[in-house]
């Protein structure tokens, strides 16, 4: 997706979001879509100064969308909210073009000066339900924020970053816009994977030495345990690629 090529509102609903089957239902009920309106409607008075106006249609929005989009908040073009509830956009965020985000998603700030305080996000970003952005941070072009995720850094372009705070998980050049936000890698679960190989790697160096000491190697009973292991539980090597 080429970043200056500005499509209608609608378009956008409609290619980004299954759920319309027409160009009426995605213009008649879809919330993000009337927050965004709202919103264009509101930044246009808060440029002319007239703040209370700007205000009174943020207001208004919010109650109707479930959507507090700061009158101040400067948005590109191609912009898409799914669901719209719950979203919050502080007044110094600036969004990129071709960026999607999901319910629940909040770009918020850490501090009360009057000054910038809230994220810029880049081009072709995707935010994940839940998703936090604190702080007058950059989220670079093509960047994929994980579900539930809290970032409080920067986040260089091309990357992809998940976990509570969030951490680079894969970087690749990405240059459209990703809308498969639940296929990210679990770090956690990255971690342990390489553990239980790290592991299984050391026995085995253990065994051909005491092989080469001419030591018998046996195998020491580990102590019962009380409670039932989960299969889950079990070391998922195979996982591993």
């Given at each position: 997706?080429?970043?200056?090529?500005?499509?209608?509102?609608?378009?956008?609903?409609?290619?980004?979001?299954?759920?319309?089957?027409?160009?009426?239902?995605?213009?008649?009920?879809?919330?993000?879509?009337?927050?965004?309106?709202?919103?264009?409607?509101?930044?246009?008075?808060?440029?002319?100064?007239?703040?209370?106006?700007?205000?009174?249609?943020?207001?208004?929005?919010?109650?109707?969308?479930?959507?507090?989009?700061?009158?101040?908040?400067?948005?590109?073009?191609?912009?898409?909210?799914?669901?719209?509830?719950g979203?919050?956009?502080?007044?110094?965020?600036?969004?990129?073009?071709?960026?999607?985000?999901?319910?629940?998603?909040?770009?918020?700030?850490?501090?009360?000066?009057?000054?910038?305080?809230?994220?810029?996000?880049?081009n072709?970003?995707?935010?994940?339900?839940?998703?936090?952005?604190?702080?007058p941070?950059?989220?670079?072009?093509?960047?994929?924020?994980?579900?539930?995720?809290?970032?409080v850094?920067?986040?260089?372009?091309?990357?992809?970053?998940?976990?509570?705070?969030?951490?680079?998980?894969?970087?690749?050049?990405?240059?459209?816009?990703?809308?498969?936000?639940?296929?990210?890698?679990?770090?956690?679960?990255?971690?342990?994977?390489?553990?239980c190989?790290?592991?299984?790697?050391?026995?085995?160096?253990?065994?051909?030495?005491?092989?080469?000491?001419?030591?018998?190697?046996?195998?020491?009973?580990?102590?019962?345990?009380?409670?039932?292991?989960?299969?889950?539980?079990?070391?998922?090597?195979?996982?591993?690629?």
């Amino acid at each position: 997706m080429i970043a200056n090529d500005e499509k209608s509102d609608v378009d956008i609903v409609l290619e980004r979001d299954p759920a319309p089957k027409s160009r009426a239902e995605a213009l008649l009920f879809s919330p993000g879509l009337h927050a965004i309106k709202f919103h264009k409607a509101a930044h246009k008075l808060y440029l002319k100064k007239r703040y209370k106006s700007a205000r009174m249609i943020n207001y208004i929005a919010r109650v109707l969308t479930g959507a507090d989009i700061h009158p101040g908040a400067v948005i590109g073009k191609n912009f898409f909210i799914d669901h719209a509830t719950g979203v919050v956009i502080g007044e110094t965020s600036e969004i990129g073009n071709n960026v999607s985000i999901y319910q629940g998603v909040t770009l918020g700030g850490v501090s009360s000066e009057k000054k910038k305080r809230h994220p810029t996000i880049g081009n072709n970003v995707v935010i994940g339900a839940g998703a936090t952005i604190l702080g007058p941070i950059t989220i670079g072009n093509n960047v994929r924020v994980g579900a539930g995720s809290v970032v409080v850094k920067s986040v260089p372009p091309n990357s992809t970053v998940v976990g509570v705070p969030a951490k680079i998980v894969q970087r690749e050049g990405a240059t459209k816009i990703d809308l498969h936000h639940e296929e990210l890698p679990d770090p956690v679960v990255n971690a342990f994977i390489d553990i239980c190989h790290s592991l299984s790697e050391m026995e085995y160096r253990m065994e051909q030495i005491e092989k080469k000491l001419g030591v018998e190697h046996k195998k020491i009973p580990l102590p019962s345990v009380s409670r039932t292991r989960s299969p889950d539980l079990a070391c998922p090597v195979e996982e591993k690629h």
